[in-house]
């Protein structure tokens, strides 16, 4: 016995060195491959006029945008992208932004929720091609971020909050319900069978994913739920690139710990309740054979062998309403500057195909009016960190669109990849890292997304240092202004430094340049 025992001590700590040397070459990247547990969420940034209006004053005129119903589709246009403007350039002080009173900055972030739900139900009036749509979309993505500030500074300035946020679960003003469900959801165990969750990762990689469409997006994962009426448990149907599609109680979404969530309520309750059944039974099945229905890398929402997280959705949908078309009633598109990213990471894009290929964007069932947006969630502690994050891809993106900017990983990238995607194949691997690393995932994927968590990093850390030299935090347009004048410094010391002028090295030019 005691000689077994012995042979079980040096196994278990040959384990743990494994586990150990493993962890060390996977250390910044793993939270690269949260990549496509979230899926697919870009358009031409940056608006240079100044104007005087007060948040409420812009607010009260959104929300009168939304009940005009006679707009025709190019002055409804103007009308929306001059209220864009108006929120990109508001002021960070006093002036246009209450923030010495806390009385004020309540009222301004429930009036702006309100006014987004006023905008929504307006998109009912929209077709799929109406020119007015994507302007309207980003004033509703505007308003957001108005509240993501407001709520981060009032939350620090009051010094109030719990110890440790839960998803889906608190007060105001980081738990906004709308006022039709003000009686009927209080936190996560109010979810109904049916309902959608609309979440956004921690990682660059979620931020990439959220925003690689034409429109900026602010999330990057959709969950299903479902609950067996005769069981009180939460179940949610999801698919990850790790591990496929699973279906698991509503704690293992919750574990994410996202940092922000919207529930989503088709209109017709039996509808989606077996919309939500049978993907889970689907998903099920397959997960109780030891085989996951693997991820779709294509992100072909007509294709139901593969799921990515958004097919889950559309295809639970398209059982229960078959004579209908693929949810969701707006759909994403790309740009053809950033169809070689789009071929890396699995998306059949060419330049004959751009102008009219569509995908299902986790973001883009919050614009079908068949949704009605129950509650958002925010985590405030982690709002500044995914407001840079969202800027910092989106200038990425609008260089690889208007500048053929390129990912290009160095070589310490592409052999820490090498070896990861050769070790991920191995016995002792797969039984540490089986959740983490996708054996479906191809190495110019990884590295793809590994040099994608290096460069942000880099830049984030720049700008970081930036918003120190600011009382508050940084606005929407200051952190832009930060962001280009950071790359143009960084590209002039590349420059100089690739004829050999200059000694000191860029911070992340040399993986990402024309």
């Not at 007060?171 to 969750?197: M, Q, W």
């Not at 989503?264 to 397959?286: E, M, P, Q």
């Amino acid at each position: 016995m005691d000689g077994v025992k012995i042979n079980q001590e040096i196994n278990q700590e040959k384990n743990q060195e494994d586990l150990m040397i493993i962890n060390n070459l996977a250390l910044g990247s793993i939270t690269l491959l949260a990549l496509l547990s979230g899926c697919a969420g870009h358009a031409t940034r940056g608006l240079s006029s100044e104007n005087n209006d007060g948040l409420s004053s812009i607010i009260d005129q959104i929300g009168k945008a939304s009940r005009t119903q006679t707009l025709t589709s190019q002055s409804c246009k103007t009308t929306y992208n001059e209220l864009y403007e108006k929120l990109f350039n508001l002021a960070g002080d006093t002036a246009y932004l209450d923030l010495n009173d806390t009385g004020k900055m309540d009222q301004d972030i429930r009036d702006s929720f309100n006014a987004r739900i006023a905008l929504k139900n307006s998109f009912k009036s929209f077709s799929p091609d109406n020119d007015c749509f994507k302007s309207a979309s980003d004033v509703f993505r505007g308003l957001r971020y108005v509240e993501d500030y407001l709520i981060g500074l009032r939350m620090d300035r009051t010094q109030s909050g719990p110890a440790e946020y839960v998803n889906l679960k608190g007060e105001f003003p980081y738990l906004l319900v709308n006022p039709k469900y003000a009686e009927d959801f209080k936190s996560y165990e109010d979810l109904k069978s049916g309902d959608i969750i609309l979440s956004r990762g921690n990682a660059f990689s979620s931020a990439a994913i959220a925003r690689i469409g034409l429109n900026d997006y602010q999330f990057s994962h959709l969950s299903f739920v479902y609950k067996d009426p005769e069981k009180a448990e939460i179940m949610t149907t999801e698919a990850h690139i790790e591990i496929g599609s699973v279906a698991e109680p509503i704690e293992s979404h919750l574990a994410s710990k996202n940092s922000r969530e919207v529930v989503f309520r088709y209109s017709d309750a039996a509808v989606a309740h077996t919309a939500s059944k049978y993907i889970y039974t689907k998903v099920l099945a397959a997960q109780n054979t030891g085989h996951n229905i693997e991820y779709d890398f294509t992100m072909d929402f007509k294709d139901e062998h593969k799921l990515f997280c958004s097919e889950i959705i559309s295809h639970g949908f398209k059982h229960a309403l078959p004579d209908e078309d693929y949810f969701p009633m707006f759909k994403s598109k790309f740009s053809p500057g950033i169809i070689p990213f789009l071929n890396t990471i699995g998306v059949p894009a060419n330049k004959e195909n751009i102008g009219s290929l569509e995908v299902f964007a986790p973001e883009d069932i919050q614009f079908d009016p068949r949704f009605e947006m129950v509650a958002e969630w925010r985590n405030p502690k982690k709002m500044e960190e995914s407001r840079l994050k969202d800027f910092i891809l989106t200038k990425m993106f609008e260089r690889m669109d208007q500048e053929s900017y390129v990912i290009d990983p160095s070589f310490k990238m592409s052999a820490e990849t090498k070896t990861l995607w050769l070790l991920r194949r191995l016995p002792v691997v797969k039984k540490f890292l089986s959740n983490k690393f996708s054996l479906t995932m191809n190495i110019n994927q990884m590295e793809l997304f590994m040099a994608i968590d290096k460069i942000g990093d880099a830049v984030y850390k720049e700008v970081e240092k930036k918003s120190l030299e600011f009382e508050r935090p940084m606005t929407p347009k200051e952190i832009y202004v930060v962001l280009d004048d950071f790359f143009k410094q960084d590209f002039d010391t590349y420059t100089r430094y690739k004829k050999g002028q200059d000694l000191m090295k860029p911070v992340f030019h040399q993986w990402f340049h024309p």
